[in-house]
């Protein structure tokens, strides 16, 4: 199945690029038994996490039997729904916590700020000449801020039913994973696109995260966790693998 790059977990790797049937085919080496081979949106990055001791021609042989499929992942993103460059005016159509707004640009002499309407419609208020840029980083502001309102509530809960404690968490733009989780830090960060999806989705992530600090590793031991406390998180990252793309 088609997957983001759930996290990236601090430990000794390494990481090269290699070209298969004139596919470039990122390879991950690190402490790990088995082979794993994964295709990532929005562009259909490929990635192998390769055990240490498994050589590149190993590692082309995988890619070779698994073109077909490889190919086949490629096309469903290339598929899937992508919002478009957005130019921040009255009409466009934005995400929050999995709601569809339409933008609506209202001038003022006031701060730059984001307020919703009811369940459709986003207001932003700018000045008169407000750069693009600068109406889409209120837009992530409002984001971040939103965000940090959730996550705390979340944080305490699965803390507590985990029996983990993180040390600081964070959130930060991110082209390729929903989240990322340093053991030994002890710290976890989330993409700021998370604020654009179901609030489920964010807490999957944030389990996801979590369950890290128990298995550093995606083995049976990691999903069996999984499976226990979130039995549903299957389906929640079928529902982040098929929402609306972003290209900006």
Known sequence: MPCWNWSSISMNTESRNITVSGLTVEV???????????VYPPQGRIRVAAPLAVDDEAVRLAVVGKLGWIKRQRAK?????????????SGESHY???????LR?????????????????MDLFARPNTSTERR????????RAELRRLLPELLEK?????????????????KTKWGTCNIEARRIWLNLELAKKPVQCLEYILVHELTHLLERHHNEHFTGLLDRHLPQWRTLREELNGSVLTDY
């Open 96 to 102: 929050f916590l999995g709601q569809r707004y339409r």
């Open 158 to 174: 699965w803390q507590a039913k985990l029996g983990v404690e993180v040390r600081t968490w964070g959130i930060k733009r991110m």
């Open 136 to 143: 889409t980083k209120v837009l992530h502001d409002f984001y």
């Open 28 to 38: 991950v080496r690190k402490p790990i038994k088995n082979l794993h081979l994964g």
């Open 105 to 121: 640009v209202h001038e003022t002499t006031g701060a730059l700020r984001i307020a919703l309407r009811g369940k459709a419609t």
């Open 77 to 89: 993103f290339q598929a899937q729904p992508r919002q478009s460059q957005r130019r921040m005016v």
